[in-house]
């Protein structure tokens, strides 16, 4: 079936420092890719998000190509902060439902 | 603020007590889900509603039962809680999965 699946973490990295987290997807056709953040204590907030092969979905920052080839969609920052601590879902979306991967937990030191 | 509002935020029951986790959307969302979300295990869904009326097992529904009351609101009920059941639960809305959903804040849920 259908699945997701992203690095394991947690990652830790120093302010300023480039961000990539890696995902990989298995499905049949062609799915919506996104990626989701969670800050602690909150719901899981769209980050951005790619419906084509070769999309890049970007926000705050954030970019990620939707790779049909090697069905990727890596999550890269070039400088992270601080306040981008926060645990990263990466999932693809099949018959009007969302599969999640297990999520990244990213730790910035300041 | 418009979104998908989820009550209560936290809960404690004991072995064998009965609830329902409340959900509501102002965004006139047609889909409805609801998912469990445990360390190390992501989220899984637990029930979805594709529209007002109808209903669908996730992959977790065991245990569970919904209701899709009208258009705004999904509730999520616990006949007999077990602590394996303890877990944050989230409810979410969407237009079409092909877009993405709308997160709730969570209920966190423990069971003794």
């Known amino acids: 079936g259908d699945s997701v699946t992203q690095m394991e973490g947690p990652v830790t990295l120093s302010e300023e420092a480039f961000l990539t987290i890696n995902c990989t997807y298995t499905?049949?056709?062609?799915?919506?890719l996104f990626w989701y953040v969670q800050y602690p204590g909150e719901g899981l907030q769209l980050l951005l998000k790619?419906?084509?092969?070769?999309d890049k979905g970007s926000n705050k920052g954030f970019e990620a190509t939707y790779r049909k080839e090697t069905t990727s969609f890596h999550l890269e920052k070039g400088s992270v902060q601080v306040s981008d601590s926060a645990v990263y879902f990466c999932?693809?979306?099949?018959?009007?439902?969302?599969?999640f991967g297990k999520g990244t937990r990213l730790h910035i030191l300041p | 603020n418009a979104g998908v509002t989820q009550t209560p935020k936290f809960q404690v029951l004991k072995t064998g007590q009965s609830m329902t986790l409340q959900c509501a959307q102002d965004?006139?969302?047609?889909?409805m889900y609801w998912y469990r979300q445990d360390p190390g295990m992501g989220l899984r869904l637990i029930y979805y509603?594709?529209?007002?009326?109808?209903?669908d097992k996730g992959e977790v529904p065991n245990g569970y039962n919904v209701s899709r009351l009208n258009k705004r609101e999904f509730s999520l009920r616990l006949e007999s809680a077990a602590p394996s059941q303890t877990s944050v639960y989230f409810c979410?809305?969407?237009?079409?999965?092909?877009?993405?959903?709308?997160f709730g804040s969570g209920t966190r849920l423990t069971v003794v």
């Open positions: 999932a693809s979306n099949r018959d009007d439902k969302i599969i």
């Open positions: 790619a419906t084509k092969a070769d």
């Open positions: 979410a809305s969407s237009e079409s999965g092909f877009y993405g959903y709308t």
């Open positions: 509603s594709a529209s007002e009326g109808t209903t």
């Open positions: 965004m006139n969302h047609n889909s």
């Open positions: 499905a049949t056709g062609y799915p919506s």
